[in-house]
């Protein structure tokens, strides 16, 4: 059965450090997502994607994230500068045109740690 | 602000007991609601979900999940846990607004033998 992939699966990293977290959708889907999941709390929705821009973001989505869709089959989380409060569990999520409604698929996560 | 609540962050049921993982969400149009499940050092797994029409809905694994809107609640049951159901389960809502997941905190099912 086709599944959503990310890697890392665990990324430690020190504040103020780039990190680029990966995500491969299930192939024929066309709308894409980011959710993070701080240690002991909600997952939270950061953005939606979909034709090659952002559709929706929230208010946790400021200028140091980015997504991008660089190919046909990956699709990247950026954090510029991370900081503490960035360590937390990302999970990608795809859903496929015309889905049962908000049917998303979600990838394993990956946990980032902020030193 | 538009929320869903899971009573219980964890849940202990025996072996062979009537599993009932309770939520409750707030929307001011009829809602969309999902019931996930988190397995250890895995992701998000949609386990069933209510749109539109009958009210009591089947999942995946036995679970099903029954839609009551005077109540506002969807809450989750099995009628019989096996070990295997020991997860974490997520309730979510779509947003009224920008039609997201919004997410419960999560309910840890613990089976005992």
């Known amino acids: 059965e086709p599944e959503v992939t990310q890697t890392p699966s665990h990324q430690v990293t020190q504040m103020g450090q780039e990190v680029i977290l990966r995500c491969v959708p299930i192939?024929?889907?066309?709308?894409f997502y980011w959710y993070r999941q701080i240690l002991g709390q909600k997952v939270e929705f950061l953005v939606s994607?979909?034709?090659?821009?952002?559709?929706?973001k929230s208010e946790i989505f400021d200028d140091q994230f980015s997504v991008e869709r660089p190919d046909g089959s990956n699709f990247t989380l950026k954090i510029r500068s991370t900081k503490l409060e960035d360590s937390a569990m990302y999970f990608c999520?795809?859903?496929?045109?015309?889905?049962?409604?908000?049917?998303?698929?979600f990838g394993p996560g990956t946990r980032l740690t902020v030193t | 602000a538009q929320s869903v609540t899971q009573l219980g962050s964890h849940v202990s049921v025996s072996e062979g007991a009537l599993v009932l993982l309770r939520c409750n969400y707030s929307?001011?149009?009829?809602?969309?609601l999902f019931w996930y499940v988190q397995y250890p050092n895995q992701g998000l797994q949609l386990l069933l979900k209510y749109t539109t029409g009958a009210t009591l809905v089947k999942g995946i694994n036995g679970f099903e999940a029954e839609f009551k809107k005077s109540e506002t609640s969807f809450h989750l049951t099995k009628p019989s846990a096996h070990m295997s159901d020991a997860a974490e389960y997520f309730c979510a809502v779509i947003s009224d607004s920008n039609y997201q997941l919004i997410w419960g905190a999560g309910t840890k099912l613990i089976i005992k033998p």
């Open positions: 994607f979909y034709n090659n821009e952002i559709s929706e």
């Open positions: 192939s024929n889907h066309l709308y």
């Open positions: 999520a795809s859903e496929a045109p015309l889905a049962p409604a908000y049917e998303q698929y």
């Open positions: 929307s001011s149009v009829p809602p969309y």
